[in-house]
């Protein structure tokens, strides 16, 4: 009897190394830590903190500014995680989407500073919450667009069926994609430029590698109507650091959202593009081995910050302290603490002034599971009460900032940003099922971007 115990014990864990792994938690608890319960309270966000009249979704939450582009791109994807986790029904996730393309497609485009949406289909970065036109002097972004567009992407594939809703959720999102005059944001240089404002035209910057672009390069390159020249992400590539950092080789960017975001909809495990390949990795390994690279900064904590560890990581762009001191004395080192800042480490160079932000290791899960969801973990149950809310993590904290009221046990953000809760979402639902992966695998304009870019191999080689 004890030897067949112990061989269904065996058999017992056997099958289960071959499941997705999660921390044991007592279920009773309804604050206890789980990807299933990070993910419901991160989709409820995106659910809950939109526009009951525009469907855009907030830039932040509980403070309320307006509205960002990116993170109602994220939005639209994060409604079919909601339907394949049962937090929503199909129907309802598709009268969310169809209402908010049905808006996406008539705001106002146009060349002028004021009142409009957007101008050549692409949109201001962020939008007023009454009427959903540019805010203030904002730009109108390339990237966000981008986004954006990824997430109209996604609507488009996933939701295939024959019926009034589905259908014209597919006609709006390919006409919204297709309208973008991706070729005539190229700039003096022949790249994509970063952006354009009305007053004087192209913003100084332009799209050189590597970061988060990826996917926005790919769908303008893919473009059936204003196509950029495939060139481009060879002279993209061109720009690359491939360094030693932390002992891990790869193409290097400092905050972890560059090897994040077009993760978020492109399966990039086994497909090369003449540059990784020469390399011998895909650019899935390259954001493992960025991931293990910030931890290690993070470990090492050249700077002496408190709390850093090797569960209590994640430099990226996020939320900072807010309030005076600006610049306080930590250990021995002035530090000069930033609001929103694009944190992060690598051989390019090292913005750090303590901030920890959960997205950092939520958005990296699908590359380094076995090191992302103990810091996750660890985080949630350290810092429950201060840390974590109706809608999962808030954005960041910094434990060395205990310098004004309310800080004395460190600064914890107050606010949920929605192009933070993104990734923590889908990243997370992309490894337990490869959604969002499987899904823009059949999107055509995906397909088509990837092949003209020079990618090949693994699953790009079985489409047609």
């Not at 909601?82 to 497609?105: F, K, S």
């Not at 030693?244 to 905050?255: A, G, L, R």
């Amino acid at each position: 009897m004890r030897l067949v115990y112990l061989a269904c014990c065996l058999g017992l864990l056997m099958s289960l190394g071959c499941k997705e792994q999660l921390p044991s938690t007592p279920t009773e608890d309804p604050n206890a830590f789980s990807l299933d319960e990070l993910q419901r309270r991160t989709f409820n966000w995106f659910w809950d903190i939109v526009d009951s009249t525009n469907f855009q979704i907030l830039d932040r939450y509980p403070t309320r500014t307006f509205s960002s582009i990116a993170a109602t791109g994220f939005g639209l994807s994060s409604y079919l995680v909601g339907v394949e986790r049962n937090y929503i029904t199909r129907e309802q996730a598709a009268e969310r989407v169809l209402n908010t393309l049905r808006v996406l497609t008539t705001l106002p485009q146009g060349p002028d500073s004021i009142g409009v949406s957007g101008y050549k289909g692409f949109f201001y970065h962020f939008l007023t919450l009454d009427k959903a036109v540019r805010y203030k002097r904002v730009e109108l972004s390339t990237i966000d667009t981008g986004l954006l567009m990824a997430g109209v992407l996604s609507t488009m594939s996933y939701f295939d069926q024959e019926n009034p809703s589905e259908n014209e959720i597919r006609q709006l999102a390919d006409a919204l994609y297709r309208r973008v005059e991706w070729d005539w944001a190229i700039n003096d240089s022949t790249r994509l430029s970063m952006g354009w404002r009305p007053e004087r035209g192209y913003i100084p910057s332009d799209w050189r590698g590597y970061n988060e672009a990826m996917v926005l390069l790919i769908m303008a390159i893919g473009s059936p109507t204003h196509p950029i020249s495939p060139d481009t992400w060879e002279k993209w590539c061109s720009t690359y650091e491939w360094n030693k950092y932390k002992d891990q080789e790869h193409v290097n960017f400092s905050p972890l959202f560059g090897h994040q975001y077009s993760h978020m909809y492109i399966d990039f495990r086994d497909i090369y593009d003449p540059f990784m390949k020469e390399k011998g990795i895909d650019y899935f390994e390259n954001s493992r081995r960025a991931t293990y690279a910030n931890r290690q900064y993070c470990i090492d904590n050249p700077r002496g910050f408190t709390g850093y560890g090797p569960n209590q990581w994640g430099l990226t762009a996020s939320d900072g302290p807010r309030g005076e001191p600006r610049k306080a004395m930590v250990g021995n080192q002035e530090v000069q603490f930033r609001t929103y800042w694009a944190r992060g480490a690598s051989s390019r160079h090292v913005n750090d002034d303590g901030t920890i932000a959960p997205t950092a290791a939520g958005g990296s899960v699908p590359f380094a599971p076995e090191i992302c969801i103990p810091a996750l973990e660890y985080m949630w149950n350290e810092h429950y009460d201060e840390l974590v809310g109706e809608y999962g993590f808030k954005d960041a904290f910094n434990l060395s900032y205990t310098f004004s009221d309310g800080n004395e046990e460190g600064w914890f953000d107050y606010d949920y940003l929605g192009i933070d809760q993104g990734p923590i979402l889908i990243q997370i639902e992309n490894y337990r099922s490869g959604l969002l992966w499987e899904t823009m695998k059949k999107n055509p304009y995906i397909q088509e971007g990837l092949r003209k870019a020079g990618f090949t191999g693994g699953w790009l080689s079985d489409e047609i």
